[in-house]
């Protein structure tokens, strides 16, 4: 599943790699998957020729769509472990309630579709090497033990930010953010 290489930025390709993808997402946002390459031809205002060429697969609409709805989930770096794992998670949490990936989140739950679960996880993949980087920052900060490893930290973390909507369909209150940041920065801080 590879996006292929536009030859210019800013162009009409640029303009039609973004209409494809907002197109995928508002389909996700309304609960449509298995969605067909017509309604994204048509959303996206785009010839059925264009995506099949530039996006042959569902998989290709798809990994299009995931790179410009990951964007909003930037890894902070405030200088401090309890900085970044804060903001960190306040964004996770917008972002798991956010229609678009409440909907991913129930196609990958209900096992009905393992092509796009393989999907998202291989898009996902790099993304959680950047988070896995806040802890590495904290470590070598010193602000942080080792006795933890980074995926089950970030899994701690973000789990029941995406599983809070999942179950009560809304965002969890800052409160309960707060409260799992707290509980992850006692499991992490150092021994001494």
Request: no cysteine; net charge neutral; aromatic share 6%.
């Amino acid at each position: 599943m590879t996006v292929p290489t536009r030859q210019r930025s800013g162009g009409r390709s640029e303009q039609v790699r973004l209409a494809v993808g907002r197109a995928v997402l508002e389909l996700l946002s309304e609960e449509r998957f298995p969605f067909t390459t017509v309604e994204v031809a048509e959303r996206a205002e785009v010839n059925r020729r264009t995506l099949y060429r530039w996006w042959p697969t569902h998989d290709d609409l798809l990994a299009e769509a995931l790179t410009q709805h990951a964007r909003t989930v930037v890894v902070p770096d405030t200088g401090s472990w309890a900085g970044d794992l804060r903001a960190f998670a306040h964004r996770v949490a917008a972002f798991a309630a956010d229609p678009v990936d409440l909907t991913m989140t129930r196609i990958m739950v209900s096992g009905r579709h393992p092509g796009f679960n393989d999907a998202v996880a291989a898009h996902f993949a790099p993304i959680m090497q950047d988070w896995h980087q806040m802890l590495e920052r904290a470590v070598a900060r010193g602000e942080a033990g080792t006795t933890h490893d980074a995926t089950t930290v970030m899994t701690t973390l973000v789990s029941p930010l995406f599983l809070a909507p999942l179950t009560s369909g809304r965002a969890p209150g800052p409160g309960y953010v707060d409260r799992l940041v707290d509980l992850v920065l006692d499991a992490t801080r150092p021994t001494r």
